[in-house]
């Protein structure tokens, strides 16, 4: 099986920086996609940041410009250099991983970690 260890999170004030990491561990095959997600307060789930296998990379527009996206396929982890933070950043973020595995050799399926909190908060 696979599994996600996310940590890096924790209190800054606005215009601080902060750094999440992520590492995905198993019986992983090949790795399509790795990236970040954050739920607000009574909001939706979504999409901060993506890197996939060929280098590419997606970013929300409120974060474009503050937020960069690292992976390392060798060491399978992921990394999202968070500055210029702002109090609506203030979520738990989430870590996913498009990937096959042994549990789907076949079609790639997607992983998640179980979250860290970030609040941004003066």
């Known amino acids: 099986q696979v599994q996600l260890v996310e940590s890096g999170g924790g209190l800054v004030q606005p215009g601080g920086s902060l750094r999440l990491s992520c590492a995905a561990s198993?019986?992983?095959?090949?790795?399509?996609?790795m990236g970040w997600y954050r739920q607000g307060p009574e909001k939706q789930r979504e999409l901060v940041a993506t890197?996939?296998?060929?280098?590419?990379?997606k970013y929300a527009d409120s974060v474009k410009g503050r937020f960069t996206i690292t992976s390392d396929n060798t060491k399978n982890t992921v990394s999202l250099q968070m500055n210029s933070l702002k109090p609506e950043d203030t979520a738990v973020y989430y870590c996913s991983v498009k990937a096959t595995s042994i549990i789907s050799t076949s079609f790639p399926y997607d992983y998640w970690g179980q979250g860290t909190q970030v609040t941004v908060s003066s």
């Open positions: 198993g019986s992983i095959f090949n790795i399509y996609t």
């Open positions: 890197v996939s296998s060929d280098g590419s990379t």
